[in-house]
């Protein structure tokens, strides 16, 4: 077991990729835990082993995510199905959730989650505030399908729509969303892993705000007066809305960074009275 998991290491170092992912690699393909791999490491590998683990790490050194091979990812500690075509919740998200979970809402909050995915944001919320009534949008049937599962494993209580932005949810707390936001110049330079998620959960057209401006638009309607807009953003864009938002009325912008310092996301309040800038660019007709 010891030599296969050298030559998986071995060879995923030379393609550029963390060396710590034969060890998940060779844990699917013997169908053992972590600790158990660990264990059983001086023994020899269970029939196929070999074979399977040397055609996961070339799917692997093709530039499937090891994530869509695994089948499920933690986030936020709680275990999330994932699947081809459907993005795959990150880290910096979790910093979403962190910054939501800071805010002064009420004891029992409405929230709606934008773009929800495999339902990370909106279950993380709905796990920690389990007062809360949680609704979470996507227009994509195929992960509010994997969304629903996921709260079902978890047993937590979210209200599922298919439907763009809002979804015509009113009197809210708290809309959070990590919405497509990267320019489609990205496209040409992305890593090869992003080929494998859906691009209208990655892209927002020339800017990346393509999304992110409507978003903002129907929040501050479905939004309560006090209530929080709650953006992960690129680094690029987010002091541009945040320019935005202060401009067309919003209260307590402010552009916030992530765990690498880059400016990430993005917190803005409605105010207690009408937003100023009611027709403007940021509200709509």
């Known amino acids: 077991m010891i030599r296969l998991l050298r030559e998986l ?11 710590k992912e034969a060890w998940d690699l060779l844990a699917l393909a013997s169908g053992l835990s972590r600790k158990d791999l660990l264990l059983g490491l001086s023994r020899t590998p269970p029939p196929g082993t070999e074979a399977r683990a040397l055609a996961l790490l070339e799917k692997r050194l093709e530039g499937y995510p090891l994530q869509y091979l695994l089948g499920e990812v933690e986030f936020f500690g709680l275990p999330l199905k994932v699947q081809e075509g459907i993005l795959i919740p990150r880290p910096e998200t979790e910093g979403l959730v962190e910054l939501a979970l800071g805010l002064p809402l ?3 909050p409405r929230i709606l989650d934008v773009g929800t995915g495999t339902g990370a944001i909106a ?7 389990p007062k809360a009534q949680v609704w979470a949008t996507d227009t994509d049937p195929k992960a509010l399908a994997l969304a629903r599962e996921n709260a079902n494993r978890l047993g ?3 209200t599922f729509l298919q439907a763009p932005l809002t979804g015509g949810v009113k009197d809210l707390d708290l809309i959070v969303s990590n919405p ?31 999304v992110a401006r409507p978003l903002a638009q129907e929040a ?30 919003w209260e307590e912008v402010a552009v916030l960074r992530d765990l690498a310092g880059r400016d990430r996301y993005l ?3 409605r105010p207690s009275q009408e937003l100023e800038g009611e027709k403007g660019p940021l509200r709509g007709p």
Not at 123 to 129: C, E, I
Not at 224 to 249: H, I, S, Y
Request: charged share 30%.
């Open 180 to 210: 497509p936001y990267l320019p489609e110049a990205y496209r040409f330079q992305a890593p090869r892993e992003l080929a494998f998620e859906s691009p209208q959960a990655l892209y927002a057209g020339r800017e990346g705000l393509d």
């Open 156 to 158: 937590l209580e979210v």
């Open 220 to 249: 501050g309607r479905a939004l309560k007066p006090g209530g929080f807009l709650l953006l992960e953003l690129a680094p690029e864009n987010a002091g541009l809305l945040a320019q935005e938002l202060k401009a067309a009325g």
């Open 123 to 129: 279950l993380a919320l709905k796990k920690h505030l």
């Open 267 to 269: 917190r803005a309040r």
């Open 106 to 108: 009420p004891e029992a």
């Open 9 to 19: 290491e071995r060879r995923l170092k030379a393609n550029g990729l963390p060396e």
